[in-house]
T-cell receptor
Framework: DADVTQTPRNRITKTGKRIMLECSQTKGHDRMYWYRQDPGLGLRLIYYSFDVKDINKGEISDGYSVSRQAQAKFSLSLESAIPNQTALYFC????????????FGEGSRLTVL | EDKVVQSPLSLVVHEGDTVTLNCSYEVTNFRSLLWYKQEKKAPTFLFMLTSSGIEKKSGRLSSILDKKELFSILNITATQTGDSAIYLCAVRRDDKIIFGKGTRLHILP
């Protein structure tokens, strides 16, 4: 089983619908991140969280919200999806001890029509 | 504003060639620089660099960091078609990790 699991892996929805992407991890890391990837733009940070009570905006948080339900769970919501939110979304975790690499989920491909 | 800039954005070479990918950064509270390889799905970790001048190697891949000039390079020697991928550079601050736009590398057989 994957250490970082994202659901759904693929989703097609319509403009205006509410969408939730879920992420769970078994690595025991406190730090969790949501990134989106668009062709030619690399990975851009949406939100990050250092523990259940700590939520921080990244560089492109507008139109998104998050919930850290437990140390192992971090959900990303699109309250009213729009077509330019069509992208590949990655959840990641890291261990704050040391210089810390990111461990990624397999990605959730979202298409907004 | 923090930024991570990779060059070139795209590169096409023939199998057996050597390639050098570049990453420059301007980031406050630098902790480390990370290289990832992304093929079809999630990025996979290659290297983490924290000290200047110390080369990290893994097979045909190597990387080095210059903290004075604020850049890193990733070298791939004797390239193979399996090296075709997007290579991502990222810099870790105290809090978050910032990515460059990536270099798309295509190896021709």
């Amino acid at each position: 089983d994957a250490d970082v699991t994202q659901t759904p892996r693929n989703r097609i929805t319509k403009t205006g619908k509410r969408i939730m992407l879920e992420c769970s991890q078994t690595k025991g890391h406190d730090r969790m991140y949501w990134y989106r990837q668009d062709p030619g733009l690399g990975l851009r940070l949406i939100y990050y969280s250092f523990d259940v009570k700590d939520i921080n905006k990244g560089e492109i948080s507008d139109g998104y919200s998050v919930s850290r339900q437990a140390q192992a769970k971090f959900s990303l919501s699109l309250e009213s999806a729009i077509p330019n939110q069509t992208a590949l979304y990655f959840c990641a975790t890291s261990d704050p001890v040391g210089a810390g690499e990111l461990f990624f989920g397999e990605g959730s491909r979202l298409t907004v029509l | 504003e923090d930024k991570v800039v990779q060059s070139p954005l795209s590169l096409v070479v023939h199998e057996g060639d050597t390639v050098t990918l570049n990453c420059s950064y301007e980031v406050t509270n630098f902790r480390s620089l990370l290289w990832y390889k992304q093929e079809k799905k999630a990025p996979t970790f290659l290297f983490m660099l924290t000290s200047s001048g110390i080369e990290k190697k893994s097979g045909r891949l190597s990387s080095i960091l210059d903290k004075k000039e604020l850049f890193s390079i990733l070298n791939i020697t004797a390239t193979q078609t399996g090296d075709s991928a997007i290579y991502l550079c990222a810099v870790r601050r105290d809090d978050k990790i910032i990515f460059g736009k990536g270099t798309r590398l295509h190896i021709l057989p």
